[in-house]
């Protein structure tokens, strides 16, 4: 293989625009895409646009279950750059329709790791990288050859640029794929620069079709499709019937486009894609890339990430503000936009659909962004928050199982994670005044998914008031994430004065009671004849056991929708945060240290996962604000940052990053479905958030330092704020909520009255 | 498993409706549906309408590869019932959607004909089985359930009577297919008696999706879904997520819906099938069988199967009548219906389209049919002929290899079969003067065919003026069709003035005299030197040698479009009868017989294949026409009759019946792309034939009778017609040809001028 010599390589690197520097208009400039790419927070770099369907990006691994967005800072190869990815999951899946450019001898399979197995792999290195929103390029080392990549909606612009060789290549992988296996996959010339075709995937998503159109800025000099690795060339001898050398359809089918390459000539490949077609695929990308103008659509990608950006305004140091904005790129990745340009998009059932009045979106990892992701975007994605809404009410319709998604993307029910948390992101929605639902209908929807005959273990859970670890695994877990989404239809059946279904949920949001040991004030198993799990190890961590991904540790405090009943359970708010305070406790080395992509542990508090999101928040229900500020300040200095391994968990489609917005604005929605936010301690100086009908809510934090975590006092619009909440009104009315900050605690404060948020049965104060 | 009693067998068999008896209005009545299902002729006796979508039938083997059909007459069991089939192609494919009524413990696959292995097949017999247009009935005595089976265009019905049972179920069994492979399927419940689903089959089409909606009359007892043969039930502790027991995608998927019955229950099933969607297959289902009334469906069935069959009126013996109207069914079987009834169909491109005044039509077994099935469609069938042309026209457009259509089913080209016989399809319905086709884009399309630089051997072919045997296969089979096709260009670009092109064509037709050998008078290979393939045997058959399915004894004759030009390069009009009379000698046994499911033998006149169907006519045009009426006498009186063995080769889309059905009417297309029919000898009293227009042709036969096989003379309209050949003008303009008929030649009939039909420069006299 004609390698470049290191010199061309070193040129060509040199031609490489210079990162983007960040301006006042232009808060894109302050974005790491590689925060979390290093690790548990399974990002990826590439370019994609605000919750676009396509994300455009590399991936140096598809293999690994650890790797599920296909991209680890860690490896030391590129694949090639594939056009849908997952952000921040736990589980791979996606990484289809994969492009690679190579030169030389053609590979058709992407090589190993460890380079011993040849393949169209290349090396590269970190310094020859860069991204940016709606923007990432690498130099290919082995090939010499420079990636630049960009997005749009529903399309990707790759653009490569050669050296001088005869033996340039595009190589498409329909292959290729995360983790799983493609079963099927279609690939046709429909002239001499433009392919079409699909892939089926049996994946995480059970039964996936990706349909594509990929039109290539130069005419073959010769394309080649393979199939079975075999080339599908008519030879009068070998074959019996003609083989077209047009078309192929196959498990393993590659296409090989070849070049004669000047040095540095440019060849640029713009690709659709859409859940419908190819034909649908082909119309996507003429009408948002219609032309070659790379630059224009780098340009349009970070113009469309400013406009979303700029609903913050952050003043603070340039690794503040970087993390800050990192976060809210991370937070606007998903759901995905799922609809065609045409309007269409494919159902739960996988049939085709034209919703009328809004986009479907797709990828809704609910267990994960119920707590902080669609809160944040009711605040400032609310016209987005109502379509993804609307799309999870369409996919009950269309749900076989007549339930609300659990976890769904791409037409596909994973069931992953416990629980039915579409009903918070809804209900949730409903509190904070979402319009143009049609709440009755949507209240249908939640009442039937809690009442399914063999979902999981609901008819135990209504018949006995939990879920017998006996019958059911996950059984402790199951019982609470239940109870806390059962008490959000009981609001909302409460608001439309259902009272019946308002009664019937309410009665089950107390399951919690049940599992409740007030010997250990922790929760426990209980098996389906009322007796505790015995013996009881309160640290024990395993899969499948009652608790998931975790321990009782974690989940005690999921109990957010009845904070003051479960203080009353311990015994009162002092015995309550004194059992808090033993959660984070650093203990001896856990021999059992549960999910090995968890980190972010400080003692039994795990912030690299769900479950404690909301833990560092009960001190301040519980009349100890200064513990929730100093944990919170704490976790933002420790947690978070802008370096590809600052995530210590899955970003799982923003929640973590969503949590650090929230944090670091100072409030957090202890409980999505109540209209209100329990107060943390702000970690910059100054953040404006736009909250739509042109106003800004600010908030400022007086006498900011790394030092001063504890809140002093607060005013809300000049007038004293003495509650450890703030509610929704406030915040979308706009105003400014001013925290004064200081070194030490002032236990005074917002400590003194039941602070009863979360409270089902609640009378305000 | 709890068989019913011999007795509740017999009175089930009992309440089996008698079949129904023909009457003057009821052509339908004398139809023989199980003609050609022992043996070679590869038909189906299931339910189908007149070029319908669904033809349901039941499947005996799903093996073999002889059981192209499905259905062989000599098996011991029934698989099932599945909705497609193909039509006495040589190929298995389709077999799609199968459906069992089964008693008792519950199978997923069919079991083997052995019985060694158990299954989901019955035994049944014949004398409880029967067939009519549009209807099938059969016990299936390992269950003692009656299965009925009813169709319209684009759905079946299913009714099954059941005994009284705790275990009877429907079994549909998805990865059922015939011969091939089943990539993919999916299934849902929609409602307690509604499915839907898909299946993905690469088979002989090689990237197939069907789809299906099926409605149950009686709701489920219970709806049980496997996937690869496990139940997809969800179970706490086997399975780590919540398992959907309302839908199954993969490879290997049954749904089986259990019932309770009483004795003589009917549950009725009816099934949509759709190219395009199961949202699709459902709207065609509901459309075309709104209700449950089975005995109308029967009803409307035979109805259209009357208006189709009244097109010929035919007098005769019973049993004549009988073969005639098997005949016409057979020819009115495919090409099938491929469009839904919202108009939309799947392009070759496997795109969805929405044709604008025509339906689209699949199943083109070119290399067959063009020879006298389009042919007798010009005559009887015109408008869906028009259709059939409008399809082959968008296929063309479709196709990623700019081909007209070869062999092609369901969106996917096979490339089975040298030539391109497409064209004359398209070229003899100009001839015939069809209206409402843009002629010029039609001959477009055909030199952009016959033009292709990589199909087969073409460049070969237009470079040297043959196919050369050391770099193609079937190479003398392939100049001669190429030679053939082109001719029918030549005469459509002279019809149209493209001087330019008609010469180019004109040219390639003459490549016949290139193999031909003078001092064999036979086709012979050569070589891409010009050197003859020595040694040379012309008895020689070999798969994939110079001639397809055949030796040069049977192809030498394949110069339809030049037959002058051949008499000449044979020396003369008697040199050539002589040379064609040794093809009917019966030789020796050979040792190498050729294929081996073409039957029909006399000597090298193997009439179970298409190249020599219209070898017999070739004495009428070289002076001899009682040789031609002789022996087609002989091959209807012994290759065709009403029995289930009565087709002694592949019925190939309706080539053999069309052949009969011209040849027993007296005429036959010798050439399709020229506008005349050499006449024959007729098989029957009189025959009417509705041409169009109010207008009915009549041959009529005096002096018929076994013996009498010799034309003494003709009149047309009452006036004598001396010639060997009628013009198509004579046919459409409606009236009647009367042959008087003798048991000896009257040589003088039409022999004396000479007879230039075929030829391609000819002046008519």
């Known amino acids: 293989m004609p390698l470049p010599s290191p010199l061309l390589a070193l040129a060509f690197a040199l031609l490489a625009a210079a990162p983007p520097m960040p301006s006042p208009r232009d808060p894109a400039g302050y974005v790491r895409p590689f925060v979390g790419t290093k690790g548990e927070g399974n990002t990826y770099p590439g370019a994609q646009v605000p919750f676009g369907m396509v994300a455009l990006s590399p991936d140096t691994d598809k293999k690994e279950y650890g790797t599920a967005s296909g ?53 590269f290195r970190h310094d020859q990288e860069s991204a940016s929103p709606g923007y990432y390029s690498v130099m290919l080392d082995d090939y010499g050859v420079k990636a630049e990549l960009t997005s749009t909606h529903r399309a990707g612009m790759l653009r490569f640029t050669y050296p001088a060789s005869k033996e340039s290549h595009v190589v498409l992988d329909l292959a290729h794929v995360l983790l799983h296996k493609v079963i099927w996959s279609r690939v046709r010339a429909i002239d001499a620069q433009t392919l079409q075709g699909m892939h089926l995937v049996k994946g995480w998503a059970k039964d996936r079709s990706v349909y594509f159109a990929a039109r290539f800025s130069k005419p073959f000099k010769e ?9 599908a060339k008519y030879d009068s001898f070998k074959n019996y019937r003609f083989l077209s050398n047009a078309q192929a359809s196959g498990a393993d089918v590659q296409a090989v486009a070849d070049y004669t390459t000047t040095a540095g000539e440019q060849i640029l490949v713009k690709v659709g894609i859409s859940p419908i077609s190819e034909e649908a695929a082909l119309r996507n990308l003429d009408a948002e890339m219609p032309d070659w103008g790379f630059e224009n659509y780098v340009a349009n990608a970070r113009n469309v990430w400013n406009t979303e950006l700029s609903r913050f305004e952050v003043e603070g140091t340039d690794a503040q503000k970087a993390t800050f904005y990192t976060g809210a790129y991370h937070a606007f990745m998903a759901p995905n936009l799922y609809t065609d340009v045409d309007g269409r998009t494919r159902g739960q059932d996988h049939q085709t659909k034209t919703p009328k009045g809004y986009q479907t979106y797709t990828t809704f990892s609910l267990w994960d962004t119920y707590r902080a992701t669609h809160p944040l975007f009711n605040l400032v994605q609310p016209d987005r928050n109502r379509d993804m809404v609307r799309s999870l009410l369409a996919a009950f319709e ?35 005044g979402m ?94 004849q009322g007796q505790w799990q015995t013996p009881f190890n309160p640290q024990e961590f395993k899969h499948l056991g009652p608790f998931t991904e975790g321990t009782t540790w974690q989940y005690t405090w999921s109990v957010a929708h009845d904070v003051p009943g479960l203080i009353r359970l311990m ?64 976790l933002i200095d420790t947690q978070y940052g802008d370096q590809p391994d600052s995530l210590c968990g899955n970003d ?12 670091a604005m100072g409030f957090y929605p202890l409980c999505p479905g109540d209209d209100r936010y329990v ?22 934090a007086e006498n900011f330092s790394p030092a001063n975590v504890y809140v002093q006092k607060t005013t809300l619009n000049g007038q004293p704020w003495t509650k450890a909440w703030l509610p929704h009104a406030a915040l979308v009315a706009g105003g400014e909520l001013v925290f004064t900050l200081g070194p030490k605690p002032n236990k005074a404060w917002a400590s003194r009255h039941e602070a009863a948020l979360g409270a089902l049965h609640e009378k305000r104060p």
Chains 1, 2 share one sequence.
Request: hydrophobic fraction near 35%.
């Open 571 to 634: 015994g009162g708010r002092e015995a309550f945060t004194k059992q808090l305070d033993q959660v984070f406790k650093v203990q001896e080395k856990r021999q059992d240290a549960g999910v090995d992509d968890i980190l972010g542990r400080i003692g039994e508090y795990w912030h690299g996962n769900e479950p404690s999101h909301h833990v560092t928040y009960l001190y301040a229900v519980a009349g100890q604000p200064w513990k929730t500020q100093a944990l919170v300040r704490n």
């Open 398 to 432: 269309e749900s076989a199982d007549h339930l609300l998604p659990i976890w769904n993307f791409w037409s596909n029910e994973t069931w992953c994670m416990p629980g039915y948390h579409a009903i918070p992101v809804i209900v949730d929605a409903w509190a904070k």
């Open 679 to 700: 107060l943390g301690s702000p970690a910059l100086p100054k953040v404006s958030m736009k909250v739509g009908n042109g106003k800004s809510f600010t908030v400022r």
């Open 652 to 663: 799982d489609c923003g929640q973590m990053s969503a949590w650090y917005l929230f944090s």
């Open 223 to 231: 394309l080649r499709i393979f199939n079975d690795k075999k080339e």
């Open 435 to 528: 319009t143009g639902i049609d709440w009755e209908k949507a209240l249908q929807a939640c009442v039937a998914s809690a009442s399914h005959p063999t979902f999981d273990a609901l008819a135990d859970f209504e018949r006995l008031g939990f879920v017998p670890f006996d019958v059911e695994n996950e059984s402790v877990s199951k019982t609470l994430e239940y109870a806390y989404d059962d008490a959000c239809i009981a609001r909302l059946a409460r608001g439309l004065r259902k009272t019946a279904i308002a009664e019937r949920f309410e009665k089950r949001a107390m399951a919690y009671r049940n599992l409740f040991d007030a010997s250990l004030k922790l929760m426990r198993p209980k098996n389906s």
């Open 71 to 123: 991209y680890e800072y860690s490896d030391p190869s590129i694949l090639g750059f594939s056009m849908l990815h997952l952000s921040g999951t736990g589980i791979p899946d996606l990484g289809d329709i994969l492009f690679q450019p190579t030169v030389g001898e053609t590979c058709l399979t992407p090589g190993t790791k460890d380079f011993k197995e040849k393949g169209y792999q290349s090396r």
